[in-house]
């Protein structure tokens, strides 16, 4: 399983994903700053969780949720 994880706060973007490491069977594919740039990487790589904050530089988290549904429905999200 990998998950994305997008999130302007690199403190937090950073504990994520190593909270999200240490999770048996699930591989964190990438993380990212800003809105835009994840859901590109997302659009490519089809996770199967994406991990995304709500406020975002550029675009806002729930757009971003509104994109990867549309195009990926077998990709779960958490904000």
Known sequence: MR?????DEAVF?????MALGRVRGLQV???FGEGKAGLDFCL????NLLVVDLYLPG???L?????VRAQL????SWS
């Open 29 to 31: 594919a990438g993380s």
């Open 59 to 61: 675009m806002h988290g």
């Open 44 to 47: 490519k790589t089809k996770p």
């Open 73 to 76: 429905p077998d990709t779960r």
């Open 3 to 7: 998950a994305v994880i997008i999130e």
């Open 63 to 67: 757009d971003v949720i509104k994109a």
């Open 13 to 17: 973007r950073q504990m994520l994903a």
